[in-house]
């Protein structure tokens, strides 16, 4: 769904390409996902990103308190724009445009 390019399962861990930068996901036997953001992009435009993402089933989340726009993505105070959408395990990733 997010376009990352598998290079390799070695039993320990998987292992993804993200333009040339190595991003390696460890196994564990069990887990459970903390409620913060674990991993985050930045993009040049985070409106264009989360409607491309939706359009591959990505759905993003909504929090009480934070005001976000139909898209699901919040202005900060210091202006940066930010969306969050979980993985398949529960972790929270997040989308940021930063502020010019």
């Not at 993003?60 to 993985?87: N, T």
Request: a negative charge; proline letters at 4%.
């Amino acid at each position: 769904m997010l376009g990352l390019t598998f290079v390799a399962d070695d039993g320990v861990a998987l292992v993804f390409d993200l333009a040339g930068t190595a991003l390696r996901i460890a196994r564990v036997d069990s887990f459970t996902p903390h409620p913060f953001t674990v991993l985050g992009w930045r993009v040049a435009d985070v409106a264009t990103t989360v409607t491309a993402l939706e359009r591959r089933g990505v759905r993003f989340e909504r929090y009480a308190g934070l005001e976000q726009d139909a898209l699901g993505i919040w202005l900060s105070p210091a202006g940066a724009r930010v969306a969050w959408f979980k993985d398949p395990d529960g972790n929270v990733l997040a989308l940021s445009q930063l502020s010019k």
